[in-house]
C-alpha cells in the first residue's frame, strides 16, 4: 500500500515561545502544520462538532504536526495558526462584504502585533499590574485555548443555572488574573472581581492585558461608501468554508 506524505510549512508563533517553559516544546516558537485534506473538511463540517463550537479547535488539532499540547497555545498563538490553517487550505484571499460592499483581504498581508518583550519575564507566563484608582497589586496572565475552554464551560454550566444570566467578561477576568496583592487563591480573585474590581480598573487591565498580549493583528483596511476604514477582520463561515455562499 502507498504512502502519502503531506507537505508542510514551518508557522511562527507571534509570542517568539516567550511566554511557554523551556521543556515546553512551544518555547521554540515555532510549530509545523500540514496543508488541509479532504478529512480536515470533514471536521469543519462535522454538525457534532459545530453544534458543540469545537470545530475550530479540532480542525487546527489535526493539522498541527508538532508535538505540542494544543490547549497550551495562547489564545494569539492560536489566532495566528488559524490564519496560517487558512492560507494553507484555500490560499491567500479571503472575501468579506463590508458597508455592502464585497472586497478581498490578503491574509498574508497580516502581520504579527508589536508588544514589549522587556515587560516578559521568558519562559513564565505572568504579569504584574497595579490597579491605577485602586491601587491593588495583581498579577495575571494570557490565556491560552485551554483556559477559553474552561471559561466556555463555566458560562454553559451559569447558563443552564440562569439562562438570562452572561457574565462573561467578568468570569474572564477571575481566569485571568492570578493573584491580588500576593494573594494567589482562588476562592480570593473570584471574590475580588464580584465585589471589589471597581470597573475603570476592570477596563485598564483589560486595556493592559491587550497591550502585553502577542497576538496577530486582525485590523484591516476595508472601503466603504465614503472611503477608507480599519476594521477587524471578520471570521465569517466562510473563512474556512470559501465556496459557501455567506
Known amino acids: ?3 502519502f506524505k503531506f507537505p508542510t510549512e514551518e508557522i511562527d508563533l507571534p509570542s517568539k515561545g516567550l ?3 523551556k ?8 510549530v509545523e502544520m500540514k496543508y488541509m485534506t479532504a478529512k480536515e473538511e470533514d471536521i469543519l463540517t462535522n454538525p457534532n462538532y459545530l453544534a458543540k463550537g469545537t470545530a475550530i479547535d479540532k480542525l487546527l488539532q489535526s493539522l498541527i504536526i508538532s508535538k505540542v499540547d494544543y490547549n497550551d ?3 494569539g498563538d492560536q489566532n495566528a495558526i488559524m490564519i496560517a490553517a487558512r492560507i494553507l487550505g484555500y490560499g ?3 472575501n468579506i462584504k463590508h458597508d455592502g460592499i464585497t472586497q478581498t483581504i490578503d491574509l498574508t498581508t497580516l502581520e504579527d502585533k508589536e508588544f514589549d518583550e522587556s515587560l516578559i519575564t521568558p519562559n513564565i507566563n505572568e504579569f504584574s499590574f497595579t490597579l491605577p484608582h485602586s491601587k491593588i497589586d495583581l498579577t495575571f496572565k494570557i490565556l491560552t485555548v485551554g483556559d477559553s475552554n474552561k471559561i466556555r464551560r463555566e458560562l454553559e454550566g451559569l447558563k443552564k443555572i440562569n439562562k438570562n444570566d452572561s457574565p462573561e467578561m467578568s468570569t474572564r ?3 485571568i488574573i492570578t493573584s491580588v496583592n500576593g494573594d494567589r487563591d482562588a476562592k480570593t480573585i ?3 472581581v464580584d465585589t471589589a474590581l471597581l470597573a475603570r480598573d476592570a477596563r485598564a487591565l483589560r486595556e493592559y492585558v491587550s497591550k502585553v498580549q502577542p ?3 486582525l485590523t484591516v483596511t476595508v472601503e466603504t461608501s465614503s472611503g477608507e476604514e480599519d476594521a477587524t477582520l471578520p471570521i465569517t463561515a466562510n473563512f474556512f468554508w470559501p465556496d459557501a455562499g455567506v
Request: charged share 30%; proline share 7%.
Open 1 to 3: 500500500m502507498s504512502e
Open 19 to 21: 511566554l511557554y517553559p
Open 23 to 30: 521543556d515546553n516544546p512551544l518555547s521554540s516558537g515555532k
Open 73 to 75: 497555545l495562547i489564545q
Open 92 to 94: 491567500k484571499d479571503y
Open 173 to 175: 477576568l477571575k481566569h
Open 190 to 192: 473570584r471574590s475580588f
Open 215 to 217: 497576538d496577530i493583528n
